[in-house]
């Protein structure tokens, strides 16, 4: 039962961090005065957002012990619950890539798409190797930013109106969770994470995709 609690709110970070991130980067167009982000700036502020959930759902499992000492088990959970969230992002941008490849077909060669496969792989991997360093150099994990994360986290979380919210979003972010785990398991198996979508057609995905409801592109 306490592990099932744990993964609760696992899914509640995540969706409370989506929504910071949502608001983060509302802030950055609005700063940019809209203008069109390149493919480097997109992966500079995603690889940021991914670095952040990786560090503050670390810094969350330190959090939900007593003292300092880190259970291996949540770790382990938590770890593969973050890699699930990236290959269903993963998944979800190369969805976005084969509908741009399909308006390219129909000759809407105006819009520009920002997907690159080697740069989601990289970013991906790079997030998941530094929550595994964070278990045998944990000093490091905190930081002033990721500090602040945790704590507007864990705050909106303790809110009365918006913490019910979230917790009845977590509630169904988890459930997305596990039923794509499975299917992500798959997905990475099959190669699929591996093939550029740029050279790919097209095929229909039906629902069968995450898609964060935060995520501003």
Same mark, same amino acid.
């Given at each position: 039962?306490?592990m099932?609690?744990?993964m +609760?709110?696992i899914? /509640?970070? $995540? ?10 980067? %509302?802030? &950055?167009g609005? #700063? ?8 480097a700036?997109?992966y ?7 670095? +952040?959930l990786?560090d /503050?759902? $670390?810094?969350?499992?330190i959090d ?5 000492? %880190?259970? &291996?088990?949540? #770790? ?29 077909g ?8 920002g997907f690159n ?6 970013i ?8 595994v360093?964070?278990y045998f ?11 602040w ?7 909106i ?14 509630f169904?972010?988890?459930l ?7 299917n992500?398991?798959?997905?990475l198996?099959s190669?699929?994470?591996f ?23």
């Open positions: 039962m306490e099932i609690n744990f +609760f709110r899914g /509640v970070l $995540f969706a409370i961090y989506g929504f910071i991130w949502g608001l983060i980067e %509302i802030g &950055i609005l #700063l940019s005065a809209g203008r069109k982000r390149s493919t700036e997109i500079v502020i995603r690889s940021l957002k991914y670095f +952040f990786a /503050v759902t $670390f810094l969350f499992c939900t012990l007593d003292g300092d000492s %880190i259970v &291996i088990n949540q #770790l382990i959970i938590a770890g593969l619950l973050l890699l699930t969230y990236y290959v269903g992002k993963l998944q979800n941008n190369q969805n976005k890539q084969q509908i741009f490849n399909v308006a390219m129909s000759g809407l060669r105006r819009f520009q798409s496969l080697r740069a989601e792989l990289i991906i991997s790079f997030a998941i190797a530094v929550f360093a964070f150099i944990p000093s490091y994990a905190s930081n002033p930013a990721s500090l994360f945790l704590d507007s986290i864990v705050n979380e303790d809110t009365p109106i918006f913490g019910f919210v979230f917790r009845v979003i977590g169904f972010f988890i997305a969770l596990f039923f794509r785990m499975s992500a398991i798959g997905y198996l190669g699929q994470a093939t550029d979508a740029k050279n790919t057609p097209r095929n229909d995905q039906g629902d069968d995709h995450f898609d964060d409801f935060t995520e501003v592109e």
